[in-house]
């Protein structure tokens, strides 16, 4: 299958501080991308929609100030924590989206811990 | 709304002991169905994309099957190395390329 990178995988920050996190698309250009959170023991949750060139679409009750998304190729995307707080400790995963065969492929997740 | 629901939520075989995994779904207009697996702090590797009523896909030991209500992921003669979270997703015609994930089915295999 097709090759999803995440960096950082691991991220550790104090609170009030912003954190980028990265997702390239390393087989095929990607028009959408996806953002995930994932709690423990429990699936995946839908954040936004990362198209690119144009705006991210959030899910309700996701703050579009506080995660930043930005798509500006058609192979990365970035999500931008910002003034982190503990609350926001999570495992965040992304994913590209084939549009040939409409799968999805994941990168392998970014866990922050905001202390 | 797209609905999923994957059963069992958890399964414990003997190695080699063959068993299959259920995942149930409404769809408006299917465009696919996806099977992930979840290894503990990884992201959903993906498994198989299945299209249409009838369809059948196969990877080692492993078979997806899918009808029009229903997908089932078929394991034959687990090995420990299987044990992991598999995850049952679609994407229909009104989703603009979401998925819509069911919960999981948490898989044990005891050598």
């Known amino acids: 299958g097709a090759v999803v990178s995440q960096h950082p995988s691991r991220v550790i920050c104090k609170s009030g501080t912003s954190v980028k996190i990265e997702c390239r698309s390393l087989d095929f250009q990607a028009t959408t991308m996806f953002w995930y959170r994932q709690f423990p023991k429990q699936s995946l949750m839908l954040m936004a929609t990362?198209?690119?060139?144009?705006?991210?679409?959030?899910e309700q009750g996701v703050e579009k100030d506080k995660f930043l998304i930005n798509h500006a190729s058609l192979t990365l995307s970035t999500l931008t924590v910002t003034s982190a707080h503990p609350e926001d400790s999570s495992f965040y995963i992304c994913?590209?989206?084939?549009?040939?065969?409409?799968?999805?492929?994941f990168g392998p997740g970014t866990r922050l811990l905001v202390l | 709304e797209d609905q999923v629901t994957q059963s069992p939520e958890a399964l414990r075989l003997q190695e080699g002991e063959s068993s299959s995994l259920n995942c149930s779904y409404t769809?408006?207009?299917?465009?696919?169905l996806f099977w992930y697996r979840q290894d503990p702090g990884k992201g959903p590797e993906f498994l198989f994309t299945l299209y249409s009523a009838g369809e059948e896909k196969e990877k080692e030991r492993l078979k997806a099957t899918l009808t029009k209500k229903e997908s089932f992921l078929h394991i034959t003669a687990p090995k420990p190395e299987d044990s992991a979270t598999y995850l049952c997703?679609?994407?229909?015609?009104?989703?603009?390329?979401?998925?819509?994930f069911g919960q999981g089915t948490i898989l044990t295999v005891h050598p």
């Open positions: 990362s198209n690119e060139g144009s705006k991210a679409t959030y």
């Open positions: 994913s590209a989206r084939d549009p040939g065969s409409e799968t999805q492929y």
């Open positions: 769809v408006s207009g299917l465009r696919g």
């Open positions: 997703a679609v994407t229909g015609g009104t989703s603009y390329g979401k998925l819509t």
